[in-house]
């Protein structure tokens, strides 16, 4: 929180992404833009990517002059020199513009960025980075010191430089934000916000004006203009983000709002309130019918809840809650079944435990569907589905055994070794 001496006085933690840097005209219009906000006696703190394509520049160069041989730490520190760079012009175009300012590298002994060791992914350790924030960034940011960081970049408790990979720069603002209880992130970037679908892929997408984070998870693992899931779990539910475009040059432009915030831990829960139902349906060319499918999940939804679905190309598996009439519920769906030649034969498995597995760091977590499968199957366990989306795994059991498994999977996502 702020301190109770600071009155009415905005705070933002803004985060100039490489393509908003990627010449003088472009430089100037970032930093115009912070001078006009800091002027209105708002207090910023500033995180920049490496100019324009100087990341892939440096990459390329240290790849090829190495044959391909060159060590992870050994190129973290090469790669770190895009944002070390930025933070030195940018801090230096501020204090042309009259902007007290102070860059922050990651050699200083006042770094606030601290991660492990896990070179070109680093993990941000997030209680020691709130506390070296606190000491040495934010009374900066009380002064009205304008204080410039470099993003995508982090320090071992070593000392070793280490990049904290997609979407580090973003990831460097939410933590900032949340340790300087900033009102707001204003993420500046070369797209009008977030868009409904990729440019390069549709023509003419929208500007969506308002998502929430747990929906945007779903699209933030692409290679499109979205937020990488690893930096969304660093955002703090309580601080909204805005993604603008540069083009504007000011911070106050419209976009997309970004709201809420997810766990950033792996969690299992039960959902089902009573015994789920699974129905396999059995055919020929099952996928290719879109009007079987829609026609079967319609009868689905006509009667009960739809858990999740499941369809290749001979057969589809329908997970379906409990409750209600299901003699009914079968009868209607066998029915429809025979309407169509495509499919052939139903079969129907009761008592179903119905298990959600979450988390923002759930895609950057290797193997956890073999780790989860794998302790149940030693505690004999039987799965009956899983599915993966998003963000979430979906795993149907035995009723019965629903707490045991739901204490097995809690077990292997904490590393316990059964």
Request: proline content about 3%.
């Amino acid at each position: 929180m702020k301190p109770s001496n600071v009155k009415n006085c905005k705070r933002i933690v803004v985060k100039y992404g490489g393509a908003s840097l990627a010449d003088h005209e472009r430089m100037l219009r970032a930093v115009s833009a912070v001078a006009k906000e800091v002027a209105k006696g708002t207090q910023i703190a500033v995180v920049v990517s490496a100019m324009g394509k100087t990341t892939d520049l440096l990459l390329n160069a240290a790849k090829n002059a190495s044959s391909g041989k060159v060590e992870k730490g050994e190129l973290d520190d090469i790669l770190a020199m895009g944002e070390r760079t930025s933070i030195r012009i940018v801090t230096a175009a501020l204090k042309a513009k009259g902007v007290e300012s102070r860059y922050f590298d990651p050699l200083d002994p006042d770094w606030p960025i601290v991660t492990d060791g896990n070179f070109s992914n680093a993990n941000p350790i997030e209680k020691q980075c709130r506390k070296r924030i606190q000491q040495y960034v934010l009374p900066l940011v009380e002064k009205g010191v304008t204080p410039v960081i470099a993003g995508f970049v982090g320090r071992t408790p070593d000392g070793k430089i280490t990049t904290i990979g997609r979407g580090g720069s973003d990831a460097t603002a939410f933590i900032l934000a949340k340790a300087l209880g900033a009102d707001e992130i204003v993420l500046v970037t070369d797209a009008q916000g977030i868009m409904s679908a990729d440019p390069k892929v549709i023509q003419n997408p929208e500007t969506v004006r308002e998502i929430d984070v747990n929906t945007l998870v779903g699209l933030a693992d692409s290679d499109t203009k979205f937020i990488h899931r690893k930096a969304l779990r660093y955002k703090d539910s309580s601080v909204n983000a805005r993604v603008i475009s540069h083009v504007h040059g000011d911070l106050n432009a419209d976009g997309t709002l970004i709201t809420g915030g997810s766990s950033s831990e792996l969690d299992v829960v039960v959902v089902s309130q009573s015994p789920a139902v699974s129905i396999t349906v059995v055919g020929r060319g099952v996928s290719e019918k879109p009007k079987v499918i829609q026609e079967l999940t319609e009868v689905i939804k006509a009667h009960a809840s739809l858990l999740g679905l499941s369809v290749d190309s001979n057969s589809m598996i329908l997970y379906v809650a409990g409750g209600g009439d299901l003699n009914a519920l079968l009868e209607k769906v066998h029915e429809t079944m025979l309407k169509h030649t495509e499919t052939i034969a139903m079969s129907v498995k009761e008592q179903l435990a119905f298990l959600r597995v979450s988390g923002v760091g759930l895609e950057e977590t290797p193997g956890i569907i073999g780790k989860i499968s794998e302790t149940l199957r030693l505690n004999e366990i039987n799965i009956f589905g899983i599915l993966t989306i998003t963000s979430s795994i979906l795993i149907f059991v035995d009723w019965n055994e629903r707490e045991k498994a739901l204490k097995l999977i809690k077990g292997s996502l904490r590393g316990d070794k059964r």
